[in-house]
C-alpha cells in the first residue's frame, strides 16, 4: 500500500505562511493526494485533495510535483485555529484512506 | 461533522461483553467507512461500504463485523470486547456516486471506547 512520509512537526508564527511538505514516492497514477486536519478531541476535516495540478480552495493550496512524488500543502496566513495534526493521504479509487501520524502544526502569537 | 451522527459518545465495557456503535448519515453518500483511533496515532480503517448491501475488510478488521442497515446507517459491532480495543471510534461518508473521482470524506464525531 502507498504511504507519506512528513515532519513529525512545524511550527509558525500567526499570520505567517505555512509550508507543510509531503513524500509519497510509491504513489500510483490513480492515487488522489488528500489533506486532512483534525483539532484535538474532534474528527478529521477535509482541507483539499488533488491528482496532478495544483490545486487553490478557500482553506489552503496544494503544490502538486510534476512526478507526483511529493506535494507541499500551503496555509497561506496561519491563525490560531489552524493548530491541528494535518494528515498527507493517498486516496484509491475505493476512497480508503491510510493515515499516517501526521504534522502537528503549532502556531505562536 | 455535520450530517454524520455517532452514538453513543463514550462507552465503557468489560472484557467480553458486547456492543453496536451506529452510525447515521443525511448527505444522501454511497461509501461508508469506520476507522479506529488508538493515542497519538493516525486513523486505521476497520471496515468500509462503497455502496449499500456491500461491505469489505479494511485494514484492521479482526474483532469487527459491520452492517450497512440501509443507505443512511453503517453499524460496527464489537461481539466480544477486548482491551485492544480501547480506542476512538470513527465513522466517516463519502459521495463515492462515480469511482476514482477522489471526493472527500466527511467523520463524525467519534466515540470513545473504554474496555476494562
Known amino acids: 500500500d502507498a504511504k507519506t512520509t512528513q515532519p513529525n512537526s512545524m511550527e509558525s508564527n500567526e499570520e505567517e505562511p505555512v509550508h507543510l511538505p509531503c513524500n509519497h514516492s510509491t504513489i500510483s497514477g490513480t492515487d488522489y493526494i488528500h489533506w486532512y486536519r483534525q483539532l484535538p478531541s474532534q474528527g478529521p476535516e477535509y482541507v483539499i485533495h488533488?491528482?496532478?495540478s495544483n490545486v487553490n480552495n478557500r482553506m489552503a493550496s496544494l503544490a502538486i510535483a510534476e512526478d507526483r512524488k511529493s506535494s507541499t500543502l500551503i496555509l497561506h496566513r496561519a491563525t490560531l485555529r489552524d493548530a491541528a495534526v494535518y494528515y498527507c493521504i493517498l486516496a484509491d479509487s475505493w476512497g480508503k484512506l491510510q493515515f499516517g501520524a501526521g504534522t502537528q502544526v503549532v502556531v505562536t502569537p | 461533522n455535520a450530517g454524520v451522527t455517532q452514538t453513543p459518545k463514550f462507552q465503557v465495557l468489560k472484557t467480553g461483553q458486547s456492543m453496536t456503535l451506529q452510525c447515521a448519515q443525511d448527505m444522501n453518500h454511497n461509501s461508508m467507512y469506520w476507522y479506529r483511533q488508538d493515542p497519538g496515532m493516525g486513523l486505521r480503517l476497520i471496515y468500509y461500504s462503497a455502496s449499500e448491501g456491500t461491505t469489505d475488510k479494511g485494514e484492521v478488521p479482526n474483532g469487527y463485523n459491520v452492517s450497512r442497515l440501509n443507505k443512511r446507517e453503517f453499524s460496527l459491532r464489537l461481539e466480544s470486547a477486548a482491551p485492544s480495543q480501547t480506542s476512538v471510534y470513527f465513522c466517516?461518508?463519502?459521495?463515492?456516486?462515480?469511482?476514482?473521482?477522489?471526493?472527500?470524506?466527511?467523520f463524525g464525531p467519534g466515540t470513545r471506547l473504554t474496555v476494562t
Open positions: 488533488g491528482l496532478t
Open positions: 466517516a461518508i463519502r459521495d463515492g456516486y462515480l469511482m476514482g473521482t477522489g471526493d472527500e470524506q466527511y
